[in-house]
């Protein structure tokens, strides 16, 4: 069994280092948190749609679980995704952080930690099933993610 | 606080839809799934480094919020992005979902069970902090990987 284990590992890890993680360490890093961050938006995307749009449709435990996810993305350690010369680069695509986010280390620090506890709440309140209320933490949350787009993330070209 | 909520929503999803959405629907499906296991792949890269090739850096905490990154993955309803057609189409790239993967529905449900299980369960041994443990669920879950690509993904062109 641990062969076998540490062949399945060789072969996972082999095919990681040929395609998803290919390319120099910055554009790594950035794909890496371009992932993150898409699959954050497909995860509030559900949200919105069962709690906003089409509260008809709400389905405790899929929003459970995409909370769960968004949560797990926010405290998951993004920052080692921004090391130094990431403002330049390509991942899946250009990345639009802004030369900004380096020169200003104490609003980067208030803006993640926004999505970090805005998010922690968002599945703390998931978990009670009551919509209203998850309607209205998921605001936050949408307020947190905005404010660091506004300060960091150029507009889509 | 209502409309700024609403507002700061509103630009996200925006921002969301002109975006990380844009395209067809079988692509969108396609680049949240390559989102998600790109994120995964972060997150399993992690464990690999602390638990099996440089244990010496070995970070409780970091090693939890990965593990539990990747079984949030585990448990987001990942099946919802593997809609009809979806062996075709493109989302960062082109897919490499095999035509198989649609006709054997009862393979599929015992792949993904797998990924589900064995990510719950390094998710609650990373808890415990015994990376001996750690080392060996981990093995687990790289076979779960292993045993869906082998079964469903091409070969990286």
């Known amino acids: 069994?641990?062969?076998?284990?540490?062949?399945?590992?060789?072969?996972?890890?082999?095919?990681?280092?040929?395609?998803?993680?290919?390319?120099?360490?910055?554009d790594q890093q950035i794909k890496f948190r371009q992932s993150a961050y898409t699959f954050t938006a497909w995860n509030a995307g559900k949200i919105k749609s069962q709690v906003v749009d089409h509260p008809e449709t709400y389905n405790k435990d899929q929003v459970i679980a995409a909370a769960n996810a968004i949560a797990a993305v926010?405290?998951?350690?993004l920052g080692a995704l921004?090391?130094?010369?990431?403002?330049?680069?390509?991942?899946?695509?250009?990345?639009?952080?802004?030369?900004e986010f380096f020169e200003k280390p104490e609003d980067v620090t208030k803006v993640a930690l926004a999505f970090?506890?805005?998010s922690n709440e968002l599945a703390r309140v998931a978990a009670t099933g009551d919509v209203g209320a998850i309607k209205t933490q998921f605001g936050k949350l949408g307020e947190a993610c905005k404010s660091c787009h506004d300060k960091f993330r150029a507009k889509e070209e």
């Open 74 to 77: 926010a405290n998951s350690g």
């Open 82 to 99: 921004y090391g130094p010369g990431t403002d330049q680069g390509t991942g899946w695509k250009k990345t639009r952080l802004k030369p």
């Open 116 to 118: 970090r506890d805005e």
């Open 1 to 26: 069994v641990k062969f076998k284990s540490k062949f399945a590992l060789a072969v996972i890890f082999t095919a990681v280092s040929a395609s998803a993680i290919a390319g120099k360490d910055e």
